[in-house]
């Protein structure tokens, strides 16, 4: 079965860093881009970031350009967002995603970040 | 960045009705277009791709069209099922152009 699952999700005051973790099975993980998605509460889908298969390219939205980091590990299967300087606007269900040319045909359940004093 | 823009921002449908919904690049993304169902408390699941093919296990009932910067998602019997948000996303140009999603149409009972 094809999935992904993402970890790290939590409690976390303004100013603070997190790392959250997506673990791919099913799948020949290594061949595909991934990217994260995030969704404030009751709120729409945003793209936060990308990479590449061999995760030499990454990309951002410019909302998190300079404070977060998008990394994979191919021998373990999993995708990470390094997120550092958080803020309250950063609270968001964070989904994992499989590119498929630039679609997501592949979403985890999502982790919940609040960020919050 | 492209902004997309989707309308109706809430559609009322009776179930077994035809359900048409909109969405608008600010520029031409191409065929670079996908369609989202997403449920409460769920994660999105693809349904339409490149502006018009069907992601695998999605009913014929879902139809996608369009190209440039005017897009359909066409649902022909709702089920009830079928009621839950919809969010249109371009993927022109990636990478590295930004990927961006529209606002997103509820599909409500009438």
């Known amino acids: 079965e094809v999935q992904l699952v993402e970890s790290g999700g939590n409690l976390i005051q303004p100013g603070g860093s997190l790392r959250l973790s997506c673990a791919a099975s099913?799948?020949?993980?290594?061949?595909?881009?991934m990217s994260w998605v995030r969704q404030a509460p009751g709120k729409g889908l945003e793209w936060v970031s990308g990479?590449?298969?061999?995760?030499?390219?990454?990309f951002y939205a410019d909302s998190v350009k300079g404070r977060f980091t998008i990394s994979r590990d191919n021998s373990k299967n999993t995708l990470y967002l390094q997120m550092s300087r958080l803020r309250a606007e950063d609270t968001a269900v964070y989904y994992c995603?499989?590119?498929?040319?630039?679609?997501?045909?592949?979403w985890g359940q999502g982790t919940m970040v609040t960020v919050s004093s | 960045e492209i902004v997309m823009t989707q309308s109706p921002a809430t559609l009322s449908v009776s179930p077994g009705e035809r359900a048409t919904l909109s969405c608008r690049a600010s520029q031409s993304v191409s065929s670079n277009l996908a369609w989202y169902q997403q449920k409460p408390g769920q994660a999105p699941r693809l349904l339409i791709y490149?502006?018009?093919t069907r992601a695998t296990g999605i009913p014929a009932r879902f139809s996608g069209s369009g190209s440039g910067t005017e897009f359909t998602l066409t649902i022909s019997s709702l089920q009830s099922e079928d009621f839950a948000v919809y969010y249109c996303?371009?993927?022109?140009?990636?990478?590295?152009?930004?990927?961006?999603f529209g606002g997103g149409t509820k599909v409500e009972i009438k």
């Open positions: 490149g502006a018009s």
């Open positions: 990479l590449s298969s061999s995760g030499a390219g990454t």
């Open positions: 995603a499989k590119d498929l040319y630039g679609a997501f045909d592949v």
């Open positions: 996303q371009q993927y022109n140009n990636w990478p590295p152009t930004p990927l961006t």
């Open positions: 099913g799948f020949t993980f290594s061949i595909y881009g």
